[in-house]
């Protein structure tokens, strides 16, 4: 199957300051998708995003299909933006399923 | 309109019990899953419904689990005779065709 690798796994920053994550996957796909899990365990839809580049506040994402990569942006980073980062995607061979990565865990400190 | 829907939030059952785990979709969605997260892991996709029918159970454990999205109603995941195990954090998604997947907020589920 599938395999998605997200790096960093654990990221520590300072209160204003910018980070990127990176998700790399191994085959094609048509359907991408950014999730924040917050320290209470919800799942939080960041972003759908097969390709392209898509902006939501201080948060944006890219995905370069045809490289099989994917980059979310954090910029002026805030204690709330705490909590572990999922990458997922999904293959039309395997029906709508996800395949998640690891996560990136994040730690932002005041 | 009102998110994906699971109930209970936390359970506790004590091993050889029975749970069923009830997932109310996102209204205009006709496809559900369910995966699975276990403590520090990332989640793992066990079944794909859609009204009655499941269409990928690839991810399910061949014993003990079902799952069922009737016509009428939520869709249930049932796990019969708990192990410890089977302690993990259970999600329900939803989504529409051409669209992301949303998640429920989880049930918790510990075995003692």
């Known amino acids: 199957g599938i395999q998605v690798e997200q790096s960093p796994p654990d990221l520590i920053l300072q209160e204003g300051a910018n980070s990127t994550l990176r998700c790399n996957f191994s085959?094609?796909?048509?359907?991408l998708q950014w999730f924040h899990q917050n320290p209470w365990g919800q799942l939080i839809n960041l972003f759908y995003?097969?390709?392209g580049t898509k902006q939501n506040g201080r948060l944006s994402a890219t995905t370069v299909a045809t490289e099989r990569y994917s980059l979310l942006y954090i910029s002026s980073s805030q204690t709330t933006d705490s909590g572990v980062y999922f990458c997922?995607?999904?293959?039309?061979?395997?029906?709508?399923?996800?395949?998640f990565g690891e996560g990136t865990q994040l730690t932002v400190n005041p | 309109n009102a998110g994906v829907m699971q109930n209970p939030r936390h359970l506790v059952r004590r091993r050889g019990q029975e749970v069923r785990l009830r997932c109310s979709p996102m209204?205009?969605?006709?496809?559900v899953y369910w995966y699975r997260q276990l403590p520090e892991e990332g989640l793992k996709f066990m079944v794909y419904?859609?009204?009655?029918?499941?269409?990928?159970e690839s991810g399910m454990p061949k014993e003990r689990f079902s799952a069922e999205f009737p016509k009428e109603g939520p869709s249930i995941l049932r796990i019969q005779q708990v192990v410890r195990g089977d302690s993990a954090a259970y999600f329900c998604?939803?989504?529409?065709?051409?669209?992301?997947?949303?998640f429920g907020q989880g049930t918790r589920l510990t075995v003692v």
């Open positions: 997922a995607v999904g293959q039309e061979t395997s029906g709508s399923r996800l395949t």
């Open positions: 419904l859609q009204k009655e029918n499941i269409i990928d």
């Open positions: 998604a939803s989504s529409r065709t051409g669209s992301g997947a949303f």
């Open positions: 995003i097969p390709s």
């Open positions: 085959d094609s796909v048509n359907n």
């Open positions: 209204k205009g969605h006709s496809h």
